[in-house]
């Protein structure tokens, strides 16, 4: 069949004089031909009007569509029990030409993209060899759009603590972020709304503004407005995972960063240049980070269990013994697990990325089976007193031994009467009971206050 120049040219050639035969001889087409454009006077291609072999069945074959819910193997079946004969693929064809379930085909937008713009964050689920053994896993992906430089990690899940802490490692190796992150519309850093409407939550927007970005949403269903990440999917799915396995969740990230060395400095064709010569440049256009950015963690309160543990994802982390039946602060940070007795670190654990039921006993907290808490040792009572009174040291051995054993009670009165009365007065009762052989502490504490009596509490004159 000519083409619409090749009709164009010969009825150009005829209104210039020449005939169908010259016209026929210098262009190598049939002379029929040649007098059929010249007959039809246009240069449009006719189309091929065929009649479709459906069309008087396009009524049935439309109610079928319905009550098969979209199934044309289904609605085949039921063509054919009802004496149709018509083949599957001329069923299709002619769904697909009269546009019976076939969505209505929109051209793919684009979005030109200046550097340090726009970088775009998604996850998608993988399977992945990790232990000798298949897990399901998320692989979150940050692509910066002007020079198309990739990072990405895996996750056994992914909250938001998990989002901050990828995004916070995926900006450091960028060393930069871009002005906007675009997401899909997902719970992890959307607080409600979708698209233009969406608003992150609380924490994720100051997670945000710490590092001088905004999150923006694309339309629901507008997935193609993040095709640069959505790409990336594919690509990390048929390149990096293909023929891998990996010890442990941290040799999978290991790999999965120095794969991403590799690739973003390859050349592509597309760009006419590698990810990192364009990142060469847009690099100083992105925010710089902050001067210092605090660790990213989960905060969990706990109460340290008669074993001596704490429970965090249902691994339980070793705690100091004194800190049993008491309440501590457990963070969460990417690699470690810390506890926390008030503003001071009492335990650091490597955190277990799987929620596995382990138990992580530090050497520190290990107690010796079989052998008690050692009773050697002075109480802490005793302690405090030989801090703060040197001089009551006689005293002491004197009052433990007429008390028994360790003495304990007797001591924690004495250490309260210290921290209560004035040192001379006190010291000068000590020597007199100790020189009398006194050790009852009612009497110390009256004789204290005999002495006292006229320097501290003396009545106001009438």
């Known amino acids: 069949m000519l083409d619409q120049q090749q009709r164009t040219a010969i009825l150009q050639l005829h209104r ?65 029990h009802e004496g149709v004969e018509l083949s599957y693929p001329a069923l299709t064809a002619f769904c697909r030409r009269q546009g019976i379930g076939q969505p209505e085909k929109i051209p793919a937008g684009h979005y030109p993209f200046e550097p340090g713009q726009e970088m775009q964050h998604d996850t998608s689920p993988h399977e992945i060899i990790v232990g000798g053994r298949s897990r399901r896993v998320q692989t979150a992906s940050l692509v910066f759009c002007y020079s198309r430089m990739d990072f990405f990690q895996f996750y056994p899940r992914f909250t938001r603590f998990e989002c901050k802490a990828f995004l916070a490692e995926a900006l450091a190796y960028m060393d930069g972020a871009c002005a906007e992150c675009m997401i899909d519309n997902t719970h992890v850093v959307v607080s ?24 923006r949403a694309h339309e629901k269903g507008d997935a193609n407005r993040s095709a640069h990440v959505e790409r990336r999917f594919g690509f990390i799915e048929g390149n990096f995972l293909a023929g891998r396995a990996f010890r442990d969740f941290e040799d999978a990230n290991a790999q999965a960063r120095a794969w991403c060395d590799r690739v973003n400095a390859e050349f592509k064709r597309r760009l006419r240049a590698s990810p990192r010569e364009l990142f060469a440049l847009e690099s100083v256009h992105l925010k710089p980070l902050p001067a210092w950015v605090p660790e990213v963690y989960a905060l969990h309160h706990r109460i340290v269990d008669v074993e001596g543990f704490v429970t965090v994802n249902t691994n339980r982390y070793s705690a100091p013994a004194s800190l049993i039946g008491r309440r501590v602060e457990v963070r969460e940070t990417c690699k470690r697990i810390e506890v926390f007795d008030g503003p001071r670190l009492v335990a650091s654990h490597r955190r277990e990325l799987e929620a596995a039921g382990s138990r992580f006993l530090l050497p520190e907290h290990r107690v010796p089976r079989g052998e008690k808490p050692s009773r ?8 405090a007193l030989m801090e703060i009174l040197p001089q009551l040291n006689g005293y002491l051995e004197a009052l433990k031994h007429v008390e028994g054993g360790r003495g304990t009670l007797a001591l924690r009165r004495l250490l309260q009467m210290v921290r209560d009365y004035p040192r001379e007065p ?32 003396n009545p106001p004159e009438e």
């Open 426 to 457: 006190l010291l000068a009762a000590v020597r007199t009971a100790s020189y009398y052989g006194l050790y009852d502490l009612d009497r110390l504490e009256s004789m204290i206050l005999r002495r006292i009596a006229k320097d501290y509490f």
């Open 192 to 215: 409600h709304g979708t698209g233009r409407e969406m608003v992150p939550a609380p924490e994720m927007e100051a997670f945000a503004r710490r590092y001088s970005f905004t999150f």
């Open 376 to 383: 050697r040792a002075p109480p802490p009572e005793e302690k």
């Open 16 to 80: 210039q004089g020449m005939g169908p035969r010259a016209i026929a001889r210098t262009m190598g087409i049939a002379r029929g031909t040649v007098k059929k454009v010249i007959r039809r006077g246009t240069a449009e291609v006719p189309r091929l009007v065929r009649a479709e072999k459906a069309e008087p069945h396009r009524q049935k074959i439309l109610e079928l569509y319905a009550s098969c819910k979209g199934n044309l193997v289904r609605v085949h079946e039921e063509i054919e």
